[in-house]
């Protein structure tokens, strides 16, 4: 006669498969959760950013003046990319220059206000904006 199925080396393979899927489905779970984690610091990290990145229209306005707010609209959403960008890099740094320059807040101020007034009224921002001969004679 011939030889008897071998049905154990089945039965382990088999409870090998169902240990690895749980294994795995676990592992996932915690990779998912991970993530979601990361992404919810992430856009609380991101939604910090955007309030403190604004350091000039807060200085120029007040912190509780909403026009610094709409300024940052603005900053974000139609600035010229240059400008954005030297604005995050050195925005901080003039902010703090400007806190005891009432004649730069004020010249700053009308200059932002007429971004403001476009933005609102969804006028393009012309390359004159930042013609800084433009911003002594507004101030």
Known sequence: MGQ??????NLLGYGNDVFGTG???ATGARIASGNDAAAKQASWLGLIGNIFKCWI???????ENPQWKIFRSWL????PTW???LYLEH????AEFIKDKPTFKAAIRTW???RIEEYV???????DAFNLSTMKEAA
């Open 83 to 85: 400008f954005h960008d």
């Open 57 to 63: 229209a807060r200085e120029v306005y007040g912190a």
């Open 121 to 127: 009224n969804g006028e393009e921002t012309s390359e």
């Open 4 to 9: 008897a199925p071998d049905y154990t080396s």
């Open 76 to 79: 974000e959403n139609k600035a």
């Open 112 to 114: 932002m206000d007429a």
């Open 91 to 94: 925005g901080e740094t003039l």
């Open 23 to 25: 294994y795995n489905a």
